[in-house]
């Protein structure tokens, strides 16, 4: 019986999908998130979709923020003539 050889390219396109896979796994383990802690307040960053979670009881909480409320207290000096 003659020995069967797999083609060249099929053990290219093999090689480049590990790699891939590889390449895929690491940066989602190490380089994905970036962890900040501003204010007492530990963020958790996610470079691939920008999208911003806090650490609240052990989780991290990607809902979003509530909007800020602040009156403002200026007034006008201006005179209609």
Same mark, same amino acid.
């Given at each position: 019986?003659?020995?069967?050889?797999?083609?060249?390219?099929?053990?290219?396109?093999?090689?480049?999908?590990?790699?891939?896979?590889?390449?895929?796994?690491?940066?989602?383990?190490?380089?994905?998130?970036?962890?900040?802690?501003?204010?007492?307040?530990?963020?958790?960053?996610?470079?691939?979709?920008?999208?911003?979670?806090?650490?609240?009881?052990?989780?991290?909480?990607?809902?979003?923020?509530?909007? !800020? =409320? #602040? @009156? &403002?207290? !200026? =007034? #006008? @000096? &201006?005179?209609?003539?």
């Amino acid at each position: 019986m003659e020995d069967a050889k797999t083609p060249k390219w099929v053990l290219t396109a093999v090689g480049v999908l590990v790699l891939l896979a590889v390449f895929a796994a690491d940066f989602q383990l190490f380089f994905r998130y970036q962890y900040v802690e501003t204010g007492g307040v530990q963020w958790r960053l996610d470079r691939l979709t920008s999208e911003k979670c806090h650490l609240v009881d052990g989780s991290y909480d990607c809902s979003p923020l509530p909007p !800020s =409320t #602040s @009156t &403002s207290t !200026s =007034t #006008s @000096t &201006s005179a209609n003539k």
